[in-house]
């Protein structure tokens, strides 16, 4: 008997590895969501800013492109960070919702739209009373009921798409921007012989937003050897230009041509929105047989100084008979 494992795909333009919000209305060439009042691509999100305890009402437009009607499921989303890259992503409507994506209520939660027309559908927002002050993303997306099958084998896939308008929430209250550099690690890709081929090394650190607005940070990295000599100094690409409230996301950096001798430190620099934080690691630069040679001896040399040393304590062997 086959099995059938249905995936929900959320449209490339609700991923947007990373890269700022674009001055277009979210849409896969299909169908468009975006909203009301507005023509296509004027008005591409929601920004919205409303006090804890209080609600408002929206329109959000769905437009379908092609030649035959069209069906949704329409939901609010809470926004989040991929663990890939830190692009912007929402929840799928199976996954709880905490923020934005439960406070969004569309009025019907299933539209068919005619060929090549639009609908309107209005929703409200109602913000509790206990809300955290800050930024609280989300979208408001519309679901293909649509399954598109896929795969081959004894494991039949189904591949669904969705389309969603982001909605930039703020709940009125205290802002507090802050930001943390955590858990450094340098991995080393070491020669084994000195001097033989190049190295490199991989700088690991994970970037998290501690505070309750959404940051755009920079991170800069600056590496030190003996005597305080700087070998390496950059800005890093591949940061998020979006890093969501309470996120952390893990990232990377090559340093090709890192010291295959040397002893420092690499410092990371974060800084956004006034706010400024700094993570350090050491690192030890040794080629493989450099390295080996090195446990070797170490071991052996101090094995030899508490021989000679307990020699020492124990005083010159006396002969028998000797006074």
């Known amino acids: 008997m086959r099995s059938k494992l249905y995936v929900l795909l959320l449209s490339a333009l609700l991923v947007l590895a990373g890269a700022a919000p674009q001055a277009a209305a979210a849409e896969n060439g299909e169908w468009a969501v975006y909203p009301a009042a507005a023509k296509l691509g004027s008005r591409p999100y929601f920004y919205l800013s409303v006090d804890p305890g209080t609600s408002l009402t929206d329109r959000v437009t769905v ?48 539209v068919t739209v005619p060929a090549r027309s639009a609908v309107t ?8 009373a206990d809300a955290d002050p800050g930024d609280h993303p989300g979208a408001l997306v519309a679901l293909d009921e649509r399954i598109s099958p896929s795969g081959k084998g004894s494991v039949a896939m189904g591949v669904q798409r969705a389309v969603g308008a982001r909605v930039y929430l703020r709940v009125n209250g205290p802002t507090v921007p802050a930001l943390a550099v955590e858990d450094i690690t340098l991995a080393q890709d070491r020669p084994l012989v000195p001097g033989v081929g ?12 501690r505070g309750n607005v959404t940051l755009n940070p920079k991170v800069a990295l600056k590496a030190e050897g003996l005597f305080g000599r700087t070998l390496l100094a950059r800005d890093l690409g591949g940061v998020p230009s979006e890093l969501l409230p309470r996120q952390k996301i893990r990232l990377t950096e090559r340093w090709s041509g890192s010291p295959q001798f040397d002893w420092g430190d690499v410092t990371l620099t974060a800084s956004a929105k006034g706010v400024k934080e700094t993570g350090t690691v050491s690192f030890l630069a040794l080629p493989w047989l450099a390295a080996g040679i090195l446990l070797v001896a170490v071991p052996t040399g101090f094995l030899g100084l508490r021989m000679r040393r307990r020699r020492a304590l124990s005083g010159p062997e006396t002969v028998p008979g000797e006074a």
């Open 63 to 110: 437009t379908n492109k092609t030649a035959a009607p069209l069906t949704f499921r329409l939901y609010g989303a809470d926004a989040y960070n991929t663990d890939r890259d830190g692009g912007f992503a929402v929840r799928t409507q199976q996954e709880k919702q905490t923020g934005a994506g439960a406070w969004i209520k569309p009025q019907r939660t299933r």
């Open 121 to 128: 559908v209005p929703y409200t927002l109602t913000v509790p």
């Open 198 to 209: 190049g190295s490199s090394a991989v700088v690991s650190y994970t970037l998290h937003n």
